[in-house]
Nanobody
Framework: QVQVVESGGGLVQAGDSLRLSCAAS????????MAWFRRAPGKGREFVASISRNYAAYYSGSVQGRFSISRDNAKNTVYLQMNSLKPEDTAFYYC???????????????WGQGTQVTVSA
């Protein structure tokens, strides 16, 4: 069992950067595959990036080359560094923990409350 809490969202301009943080507690963080999803208004949750227990990172095509996911097991925290932000990145971002390397929201059982990222043109 693990709990996660996101932070770091905000309002930025296109081209700016943000770093989201996801703090985990309640279980052994290093045992979990961690992921970031996002939900834009009127859409379902979309896979953004994930990082495995062995630090293997995966990205959606829309953020490849711009976003970077990392984890610090000593701090029980996963990060999403978001560079070259675009208006289409505007969404509510969620941190999720799972036991597999799946990229579907339904495959993750533990979710944070989310943090809003808004990118103005």
């Amino acid at each position: 069992q693990v709990q996660v809490v996101e932070s770091g969202g905000g309002l930025v301009q296109a081209g700016d950067s943000l770093r989201l943080s996801c703090a985990a507690s309640g279980s052994t963080f290093s045992n979990f595959h961690m992921a970031w999803f996002r939900r834009a208004p009127g859409k379902g949750r979309e896979f953004v990036a994930s990082i495995s227990r062995n630090y293997a990172a995966y990205y959606s095509g829309s953020v490849q080359g711009r976003f970077s996911i990392s984890r610090d097991n000593a701090k029980n925290t996963v990060y999403l560094q978001m560079n070259s932000l675009k208006p289409e990145d505007t969404a509510f971002y969620y941190c999720a923990a799972g036991t597999t390397g799946a990229v579907r929201p339904d495959d993750y059982s533990t979710w944070g409350q989310g943090t809003q990222v808004t990118v103005s043109a």
